[in-house]
């Protein structure tokens, strides 16, 4: 995906942009690519794979959340800073917490943050399980992008979304992880709201984003410690 491809499918998605935001996405990709040199970021290096497989496809968010507003978000196991980063760049109203287990991540993250002079937004070290049991109910939107199985997301995630607020699953096909998650989201007293399938342009590779909207406060038990947890920790 070339630069004015990109753009294209910002005006498809109704996702307005000023010059500075460009710039910064530009910047971004400068520093993902010097910083991969060091740190196992990313396997997609390429300028027109990352704008297509990162940059748009963390902005995919949009087709199923209204982010032009003063919302709290939290990105797990945000990683190379997919799809936090590219939120915050395009939608400077939101306040956004990174969360990444790897400190080597969340300094490459930090740098970024400070050398794209982004406000509002920061990284943090931590396990999400870990982050939940002292953050209850603190954001209006928990995504993942490619982390983990549903059931454990579910069970990591929800304690720290406030009541009526959205988990967003960011997935490939994941028809049998929606089907065999119907009695943890009973448990959790959540339920998917809408499912959103799609392609990526131009490579046509599967997508869905999982809108899970949580009912009423989560039981004390959760997040549960469990071994499958900590082998995923994210």
């Given at each position: ?65 209204d ?89 990591i ?10 988990l ?67």
């Amino acid at each position: 995906m070339n630069k004015e491809e990109f753009l294209q499918q910002l005006k498809l998605l109704k996702i307005n942009y000023t010059e500075e935001m460009l710039k910064k996405l530009d910047l971004f990709y400068e520093l993902l690519i010097e910083w991969n040199k060091k740190i196992n970021l990313t396997a997609i290096t390429s300028y027109e794979e990352v704008y297509l497989k990162h940059f748009y496809d963390s902005l995919t968010l949009a087709k199923v959340i209204d982010l032009d507003k003063n919302l709290k978000l939290c990105d797990v196991g945000t990683g190379a800073g997919f799809p936090g980063i590219v939120l915050k760049i395009f939608f400077p109203k939101l306040e956004i917490t990174l969360i990444d287990s790897l400190k080597k991540r969340v300094d490459y993250l930090n740098m970024v943050i400070n050398s794209l002079n982004l406000q509002g937004i920061k990284a943090i070290h931590e396990r999400m399980e870990d982050y939940s049991l002292v953050n209850e109910e603190q954001f209006d939107i928990i995504t993942a992008r490619a982390v983990a199985n549903m059931n454990i997301l579910l069970e990591i995630c929800i304690k720290s979304l406030k009541i009526n607020g959205k988990l967003v699953l960011m997935k490939a096909n994941c028809e049998e992880e929606i089907l065999n998650s119907k009695k943890v989201q009973k448990e959790l007293m959540c339920q998917i709201e809408k499912i959103e399938k799609f392609t990526l342009p131009k490579e046509n590779s599967h997508r869905t984003l999982i809108v899970i909207n949580k009912n009423s406060k989560t039981p004390s038990k959760y997040p549960r410690r469990m071994d499958k947890i900590r082998k995923n920790s994210i």
